[in-house]
T-cell receptor, first 115, second 110 residues
């Protein structure tokens, strides 16, 4: 089955630094990937749609300069949290599709803690 | 994307069938119903999806009402490992985004 690898699974960083999270489709090409954020005991909130070779589309209320998304190849999208602050601490999850009949495959998530 | 409504929580005895309902009264004709589950601190896992007809796979069955305004996910013999938050999502297939609702927290009891 389709596999989406997300790295790192867990990261702790100091306030003011930037953190990059990678999302890779291992056995299929993904022209579109999605990035979500999830706070404790809450549902997943869509942050942005990442399109290969073009600019990401951000959901309302998500700062594009804060959360930089790059989708340079058909198998890799990255999310960079710039100048991270404690309120950015959250569980970040990516997803991708291997085709219209298969739904989306999600990565295992990245737990970001900003101290 | 269709807005979905699910009960916040349910309990089910181990070995019994778990029936998880979902209302999606605003679903449009070309939107599929997808079901995912999320076990604590992991990414969501695909379970099943359907458009009009009932569907079954190795994990679960999906029953969609004729008017498509609601559906039920059935886990035929729930185990402790099925304890998770279950989400139903209405979306057109292909490259359209998913909007997650609050989901149902299923607890399977020994």
């Amino acid at each position: 089955g389709a596999v989406v690898s997300q790295h790192p699974s867990r990261v702790i960083c100091k306030s003011g630094t930037s953190v990059k999270i990678e999302c890779r489709s291992l056995d299929f090409q993904a022209t579109t990937m999605f990035w979500y954020r999830q706070f404790p005991k809450q549902s997943l909130m869509l942050m942005a749609t990442s399109n290969e070779g073009s600019k990401a589309t951000y959901e309302q209320g998500v700062e594009k300069d804060k959360f930089l998304i790059n989708h340079a190849s058909l198998t890799l999208s990255t999310l960079t949290v710039t100048s991270a602050h404690p309120e950015d601490s959250s569980f970040y999850i990516c997803s991708a599709t291997s085709g219209p009949d298969y739904g989306y495959t999600f990565g295992s998530g990245t737990r970001l803690t900003v101290v | 994307d269709a807005k979905t409504t699910q009960p916040p929580s349910m309990d089910c005895a181990e070995g019994r069938a778990a029936n998880l309902p979902c209302n999606h009264s605003t679903i449009s004709g070309n939107e599929y119903v997808y079901w995912y589950r999320q076990i604590h601190s992991q990414g969501p896992q695909y379970i099943i999806h359907g458009l009009k007809n009932n569907e079954t796979n190795e994990m679960a069955s999906l029953i969609i009402t004729e008017d498509r305004k609601s559906s039920t996910l059935i886990l035929p013999h729930a185990t402790l490992r099925d304890t998770a938050v279950y989400y139903c999502i209405g979306s057109t297939s292909g490259t359209y985004k998913y909007i997650f609702g609050t989901g149902t927290r299923l607890k399977v009891l020994a």
